[in-house]
């Protein structure tokens, strides 16, 4: 990645817990990732800082835990809810983020989402809490095309210039008139997962393209092929063979979709040894 002359010195801070923090989770799960995705990894998270310094610098209470406790499902299970956010308490006003590994472009199409789980976050935090809040915001920190294309550039002013372009701060409405649904809507996913309703959605699902963001993707590539369950999955299988590389190469549309796949499952074996 091209790299301002004055590089603060909390970058390499940065680079060094991000290290810390990949060899202790390596450690614990004996899984890792390819040495491409473990790159963006760190791009996105040093991006994050060079162009939310800003908020990051004033954010006054961190990984805030929300809990919304004694829920009941449609079918009478007790649950809880949990969310985690960040605040800033900025002279009188209370601002609450809730930081997204989503496209901004991606948040802004499918706002309606966000919206109900944040407005959940903020019912906990004002009614439960009793803490005043002004504004609510997500922040979507997977950077957008132009960012991507110009860390490739070796001219750094590209770089500077995609990044005063790129906007990942999308303000959210609070309305409360929703929270119910949605809490209900919670409840709803508990039973399934309770009663161990699993099943995939169907083909048709799988083969629409996600609305929003700015890759153009089908459900079936931008979820199915980060899904584990999609070797033992009837949806993925009928999508599978569908598709002209099947035709091609038989099974290995399973398990060769990406380039580096090789590379991420040697490291993987080097982690669990
Ligand atoms: S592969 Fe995974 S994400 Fe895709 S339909 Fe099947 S279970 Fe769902």
Not at 12 to 27: G, H, Q, S, T
Not at 138 to 156: C, G, H, M, Q
Request: proline share 6%.
């Amino acid at each position: 990645m091209p790299e301002p002359s004055n590089l603060p010195p909390i970058e390499d801070f940065i680079r060094e817990v991000f290290e810390e923090n990949f060899e202790l989770l390596v450690a614990e799960s004996g899984h890792t990732i390819s040495a491409e995705a473990k790159q963006t990894a760190l791009n996105q998270v040093l991006l994050y800082w060079r162009k939310l310094r800003g908020v990051a610098e004033r954010v006054t209470d961190t990984e805030v835990h929300l809990t919304l406790p004694n829920q009941e499902t449609p079918q009478g299970r007790e649950y809880t809810i949990e969310g985690v956010v960040d605040i800033v308490r900025e002279d009188d006003r209370v601002i609450m983020y809730d930081i997204k590994t989503h496209d901004a472009d991606y948040v802004r199409a499918n706002l309606e989402l966000y919206r109900q789980q944040l407005n959940v976050y903020a019912h906990i935090w004002q009614e439960l809490r009793q803490q005043p809040l002004d504004e609510m915001a997500v922040i979507a920190t997977d950077f957008p095309r132009e960012v991507k294309e110009a860390l490739s550039n070796p001219d750094p002013r590209a770089l500077e210039m995609a990044l005063a372009q790129w906007d990942p701060i999308i303000p959210i409405e609070y309305d409360p008139a929703h929270k119910d649904e949605t809490i209900f809507a919670f409840g709803e996913v508990v039973d399934k997962i309770e009663s161990g309703e699993f099943a995939p959605p169907p083909l048709e699902v799988l083969e629409s393209f996600i609305t929003g963001g700015w890759r153009r993707e089908r459900f079936a590539t931008r979820v199915c092929r980060n899904c584990d369950a999609r070797f033992s999955c009837d949806a993925y299988r009928q999508y599978a063979m569908g598709r002209r590389q099947v035709a091609e190469h038989g099974m290995v549309y399973f398990i060769e979709d990406d380039p580096d796949q090789e590379e991420w499952r040697t490291a993987s074996l080097d982690a669990s040894a």
